[in-house]
């Protein structure tokens, strides 16, 4: 017994200094476990918030050079961090919250569908998860009382090369032209996209396209970042 507990205390050592080696070389790691301690209103005084838009009508929250909304967004793009959506989700829905309350009446922008935008089948096989569909599962989570719609009325029908990779808004424009789909459930209905990350705004641009073609009534997009 005397010799298990010896070596539980190296082991413990070993994983103590092997944890502190891996935050020195590697912060990120540091600022994801920060991240997901963190309240949503701390995280939204804390960190850097957009400066314009990225298109009409696409409301992004926080600039994505601060490096900690770069990593929060790596964590729920690439990782699927369930918490880190949580955390993400609920800042959204506060900003969607007071958007709703303030300016709905006077836009006429009454008793949204909220849709998430979708991955191509492929990219969401390979990946394991739609980031957006975590935020929108957290955002209804959060809901408190705005009484938002949850739809998957848009549907991603061609996959397109990385947007990553695309140079400029017209490369991205014909990378994505026809790529989403809409169905009759939009009709005469306002829309609310939710996006991670909005870049040029082309994404998003070729998404309202889909919905009008569909009939949506008008189509306001939240994204966590510009």
Known sequence: MRYWSSYSVILSCVMSYWSLLLDILFPHRRIVAELMATPPDEFA???????????????????????????AIWELKYRGNRRIAQLLGAVLYEEMHSFLLEFAPIRNFSAPLIIPLPLSARRERERGFNQCELLLAAIMAADGGVNLTPSRALRKVKDTPSQTNAQGR????RNLAGCFVADASVEGRNIILIDDVATTGATLEEAKRALRRAGAKATIAFTVAH
């Open 45 to 71: 005084a804390r960190v850097t918030p957009a400066e314009g838009r990225a298109g009409k009508n696409i409301m992004s929250l926080f600039d994505y050079r601060d490096p900690i909304v770069r990593a």
């Open 170 to 173: 017209a490369a991205r424009l």
